[in-house]
Nanobody, 124 residues
Framework: QVQLAESGGGLVQAGGSLRLSCAVS????????IGWFRQAPGKEREFVAA????????YYADSVKGRFTISRDNAKKTVYLQMGSLKPEDTAVYYC?????????????????WGQGAQVTVSA
């Protein structure tokens, strides 16, 4: 069984930065693709970023490309989402998720395990 726990959320002003962490427990961390999704009030969950085993294979939503960076530390079994130039529209609950498959990573149904979520609020 794999468990994920997000941390690092909070309140930040527009233009600021935050780093989210996703700590993964259980076996086989390096074999999973990890994705970040977010859900704002009244909106559907949307893909933010994903990463495969090595850092070269990363994927981003157009809305965050150039502002967010996903990375992973296999030794620490942790995936990070560095968020910069934050905008009020980035306000959402952010979830990390793990997938045993390395394709269709922009789709939530691809993922087998999910964290509880971390609130990110960006004030204008």
């Amino acid at each position: 069984q794999v468990q994920l726990a997000e941390s690092g959320g909070g309140l930040v002003q527009a233009g600021g930065s935050l780093r989210l962490s996703c700590a993964v427990s259980g076996r086989g961390f390096s074999t999973y693709a990890i994705g970040w999704f977010r859900q704002a009030p009244g909106k559907e969950r949307e893909f933010v970023a994903a990463i495969r085993t090595n850092v070269d294979n990363t994927y981003y939503a157009d809305s965050v490309k150039g502002r967010f960076t996903i990375s992973r530390d296999n030794a620490k079994k942790t995936v990070y989402l560095q968020m910069g130039s934050l905008k009020p529209e980035d306000t959402a609950v952010y979830y990390c998720a793990a997938s045993g498959r390395w394709y269709n990573l922009t789709i939530g149904e691809t993922y087998n395990y999910w964290g509880q979520g971390a609130q990110v609020t960006v004030s204008a």
